[in-house]
């Protein structure tokens, strides 16, 4: 059993051979070799800095988020005065504010100090009897947040919230309610700040690995998990398809027979106050470790802002969500502020191959562990030189079932056969690994948990397989996957090619009111791989279906070459899965991408009842 004092310490120590500046200027340095070399125009070095301090004390010595990263880059005194008091404004708070705030947040008198002393519209004294976001589930006596959304201002909401007993509101702007108004800059961040008190502050009571990436985010994390409950215990997860919060208390139903309360996912990463009351409800039921997916998104509002992470790793950066950052280099800002949050004796882990872990790498602090991880040779690549220690993989035998990989470390070799295919789950696998490792996880221990891995819930999940034995029932694979990215997909099919004797065949869409750039380049993709195409719909939303499909056509090029593949349009998802199917010979794989795990489908303002691998068991209960 690990104790937490050695979490984030270990054998690895700080960097002994270069100062903060001296490390600063070899990042620069290798951010310009990197930008010249690839000439994509790209240069991690032109990324955009995060938001400007808000103004929010943070309790406890908790590094903030808030402070521009440009102010606190490695070696800079900001940077330095950051990290020893936690944050510019934490050291404020009276002593006798930070204990009560350890054991809770009470009352509005408090709720002000924390914020920062802000400004207070008809402030009277109440007591808080909890913090919501969420109109609908205020209680008597909560204070609720306004947090502005994409769709909906929550400052139109106020009034329903007073009406249902809200003793305080906290807003941007003045707003017409007869309860004191708590006015702040940015109220996602106010809210993750109050959520934390409110709840004791549940991140500091166990270790927080905080997963980010555009692909590989729930795989990732739940290889961490798997090493983690196998050295400390019971563990808990946020992510994409589910939260597991821990162990079933006496009496309470365990309803999927796992022996874990789970909730199903609302977003990969819960709201702010959502998140806190997670992290709470993991420390009632005695998790030992919580591991965090931590989308762009939540990091661009703030959402952690308050969570205390032990361990971050980035798995990749690629093509999506421009709709929303609008530039690579503002998506890659956004990720990379997960990094800005570590504290010393805290642990980064970045693929040492990829040149945007040069971003991640300007926003960490002094005394903070970085572990570079990858395929292949070290020397020549981008983080050559800057990281504490490296753990790499080579990939000795990719069978149908299983890779077999031998995991290269500091402490020595280890040979596992993961029950896992393609080199995309082996460089998650080694994602996991090198966490394990920072986290004081022998390597042997970690590769044995490895070696039970299964599967993630719609990650190459492979359907049409005897469930007592394992064997196919099929003269054919089928596979049901989540990539809805270029990257992702690319990924998915190369390891699709290799495991297809006959004709590779894919069924896929884009999805509506997301970033229209990645559809052209997917057609590409599918069209360079695949031999038999089936264009469908994804989750429209509020888009026109043919129009999508017609964006995903315009990368298909040549589509009368002798090599094009035969390329289908079924706007009716569940009919493009049976025809496919029925297409399928012996030696055949097909591959069903966008939806994996996903149960509904979104088509205007409704969501229907759908799910990929239902269709293929209704396929294969009807032959």
Known sequence: MLGLGKLGLGRWGFWRTRTARELAKAVESREMEAAAASGSGFSPASVSSAPAASGFAVPGGMASTATSPAAAKPGSAKASELHASGSPRASRLEPRLAERLRQGLHCLTELRELLGACEALRMQEAEITGICDDSREIEPGGVFFAVPGLANDGAGFAAQAVAQGACAVVSRRPLPVPVPVLLVEDVRRAASLAAAAFYGHPSSCMPVVGVTGTNGKTSTSELVALCLEDALGPVGVLGTVRYRLGRCLPGEEDVDASGERQV????????????????????????????????????????????????????????????????????????????????????????????????????????????????????????????????????????????????????????????????????????????????????????????????????????????????????????????????????????????????????????????????????????NYADHVVVTQ????????????????????????????????????????????????AGDLVLIAGKGHETGQVIGQCVLAFDDREEVRKWLRSR
């Open 538 to 585: 994804d989750n429209p939303r509020g888009e026109e279906p043919t129009e999508i499909v017609e964006q995903i056509l315009s990368g298909m090029q040549d589509l009368q070459a002798e090599d094009a593949p035969c390329v289908e349009i079924c706007h009716d998802r569940a009919r493009a899965i049976r025809h496919a199917l029925s297409q399928a010979q």
């Open 264 to 527: 199903e996912a609302s977003h990969t990463t819960p709201g702010p106050v959502a998140l806190q009351r997670y992290l709470a409800e993991m420390r009632r039921r005695d998790v030992r470790a919580a591991i965090l997916e931590i989308s762009s998104h939540a990091l661009d509002q703030g959402r952690a802002h308050a969570v205390q992470v032990q361990a971050a790793v980035f798995t990749n950066l690629s093509l999506d969500h421009l709709d929303y950052h609008g530039t690579m280099e503002e998506y890659a800002s956004a990720k990379a502020r997960l990094f800005a949050q570590l504290r010393p004796g805290s642990l980064a882990v970045l693929p040492y191959d990829d040149v945007v872990s040069l971003r991640m790498l300007k926003e960490i602090g002094p005394g903070v562990r970085v572990i570079g991880y990858g395929l292949g040779k070290v020397e020549g690549q981008p983080l050559e030189g800057l990281a504490h220690d490296y753990v790499r993989a080579e990939i000795l035998e990719a069978g149908a079932n299983s890779t077999r990989v031998r995991f290269c470390s500091p402490e020595g070799q280890t040979e596992v056969e993961l029950p896992l295919i393609g080199s995309h789950n082996v460089r998650n696998a080694l994602a996991a690994l090198s966490c394990a490792i920072g986290l004081d996880i022998g390597p042997l221990h970690a590769s044995d948990s490895l070696s039970r891995a299964r599967p993630v819930a719609g990650r190459l999940e492979e359907l049409g397989r005897d469930a007592g034995h394992g064997r196919s029932i099929l003269p054919f694979r089928v596979f049901v996957d989540y990539a809805h990215t270029p990257d992702a997909l690319e990924r998915v099919l190369v390891a699709c090619r290799q495991l297809c004797t006959g004709k590779l065949r894919l069924v896929f869409g884009c999805g509506g009111d997301r970033d229209r750039n990645k559809r052209p380049k997917m057609g590409t993709i599918a069209r």
